[in-house]
């Protein structure tokens, strides 16, 4: 190692220049897509933690996260799944009445609608701009509604879709849930139940939530182990058998948790829109109160240990090219349908949850971005259009910034051929195309490869040159033993890797 270190201390001094354009670049590709993936390995760090802890991960996007059920977050779900067990549902909410794929979904026979609520709860609700695709369910004062009405969550074991989300149904669970608490002295009461026919049918407590104080309150259901074959278990907020509901309720948050299982993911939506772009979801969290943005992320950290390990995987750019508005992120703003105006836009929505998380008093250590660069659709992009590039630097900002690259991950005639595409016209995908994909992405971050310091998922000169830069420095980069000193050694684990890459490793 030292006669190799010897050869190329020659060139060190000339690939300076060479390595600082490559850290502040990654990868440029003379069209402007982007790279493969940057800077991938604090994900890959993330998803292996997966394997013996409980981690989650909160997804925001535009129509394509929730797109007919078969969106990113039921690919993503399934994609996961393949390799960690999913310890918990997502977080759904009482008002919502849609299905998300893998067979769970909340039910609302009855109607509770998602609006009416107090103004004293109002900081802790659903806002009509699409953040948090779990809408609150509102029965007000003086209102009744039938014991057994099916408003709540289901599990559908027998499914043909439900053994895709590798949660094991027949383990102990626990349904949890939250509802608001009102300033009413008395009145109201509705009594929670879980129930599966000819298996378990268990009734909580009536609750009166007219505690004379607005606030959020949570409570759980245990439900025993045992074989559920292949009925569906069901939340009701008003259960069969108990005293009719009467309002005022104030109906949030639902969520099924395996008790049996101490690791795996659980995948959530935190933001789903038709037509999106990404200042439209930064400007949504904006003026989301940072109450209910607390209350949220409280959830998808609650059933975790301490400290929690959150994902943020941001998915928007197609829509951008249509955004008539200038970027609101930290450096702009720019003018809209520029690259500097999304990659701006990004950073806000990054800032903001950061935000939310240090008011919260929570360590933002514990949290991990992931910036998604959406796939090649059918229509043509402008030529010179770069937004994937420019999404690809943002992850240059800090160490817990990832960037995968769906443009890369399947090309324009592979998505036509193999019928991954939802036509006529291909801004969505089928729902092959979506776990396809999200296979594909896990995979990539899957396979981060130690001596790849640039996280364009390829051991190249470009890596070479960024040893080179730091060679004789204390790390952390380019410090692949971690001795604390970039060394001979650590020159020699990169050249013994030279050439590698993700899909070959």
């Known amino acids: 190692m030292p006669l190799i270190a010897k050869q190329l201390g020659g060139i060190a001094s000339a690939t300076v220049a060479l390595a600082t354009a490559v850290a502040a670049f990654a990868g440029v590709n003379p069209d402007g897509q982007g790279p ?119 599990l559908r074991p027998g499914n043909s879709a439900w053994d895709a989300n590798n949660f094991n149904a027949d383990h102990a669970m626990r349904v949890r849930f939250d509802y608001g608490t009102v300033d009413a002295a008395s009145g109201a009461v509705f009594t929670p139940q879980a129930q599966q026919n000819g298996s378990f049918n268990i009734l909580h407590p009536a609750i009166n939530p007219a505690t004379g104080a607005f606030g959020i309150a949570s409570s759980f259901i245990d439900i025993p182990a045992g074989a559920r074959n292949g009925n569906d278990i069901n939340f009701r907020w008003f259960g069969s ?53 607390r209350l949220f992320f409280e959830n998808v950290r609650r059933l975790q240990p301490s400290p929690a390990r959150v994902l943020v995987r941001i998915s928007f750019g197609a829509n951008d090219l249509t955004d008539d508005l200038p970027s609101v992120g930290p450096d702009g703003p720019f003018p809209p349908k520029t690259d500097a105006a999304v990659a701006d836009n990004f950073r806000a929505i990054m800032d903001r949850i950061n935000q939310v998380w240090i008011d919260a008093g929570w360590d933002p250590d514990e949290l991990t971005f992931l910036l998604i660069g959406c796939h090649d659709r059918l229509e043509p992009e402008p030529e010179g259009y770069g937004f994937r590039q420019a999404i690809a630097d943002v992850a240059l900002d800090a160490p817990n910034i990832a960037f995968v690259n769906h443009y890369r991950l399947a090309s324009h005639y592979f998505l036509i051929v193999n019928g991954w595409y939802a036509l006529p016209t291909g801004a969505h995908l089928e729902a092959i195309g979506y776990e396809g994909m999200c296979r594909w992405e896990v995979e990539t971050l899957r396979q981060s490869i130690a001596a790849d310091l640039n996280g364009d998922c390829n051991v190249d000169t470009a890596d070479l040159g960024l040893m080179l830069a730091v060679f004789g420095s204390a790390g952390p980069l380019g410090d692949l033993n971690n001795d604390g000193v970039v060394d001979t050694a650590d020159l020699g684990s990169l050249i013994g890797r030279f050439g590698a890459s993700c899909v070959s490793e």
């Open 36 to 154: 493969l993936a940057v800077n991938v390995q604090p994900v890959k760090d993330l998803l292996d933690l997966a394997e013996t802890r409980r981690i989650d991960v909160v997804c925001l996007g535009d129509s394509n996260q929730l797109f007919s059920g078969v969106g990113w977050q039921d690919g993503l779900t399934i994609a996961l799944g393949e390799h960690y067990p999913m310890y918990a549902t997502p977080i759904l909410g009482a008002g919502a009445n849609n299905a998300i794929g893998v067979a769970l979904n909340t039910t609302a026979d009855v109607s509770l609608p998602p609006t009416g609520a107090p103004a004293g709860l109002l900081p802790f609700d659903d806002p009509s701009f699409g953040v948090d695709a779990t809408p609150y369910g509102f029965l007000p004062a003086g209102a009744t509604i039938p014991a057994g009405s099916n408003i709540g969550m289901r």
């Open 241 to 293: 058998g108990a005293p009719d509901g009467a309002g005022p309720v104030h109906a949030l948050y639902m969520r099924f948790e395996d008790l049996d299982e101490s690791a795996g993911q659980s995948v959530h939506t935190l933001y789903g829109v038709g037509g999106a772009t990404a200042r439209d979801c930064a400007v949504a969290l904006f003026d989301t109160p940072d109450e209910q943005l």
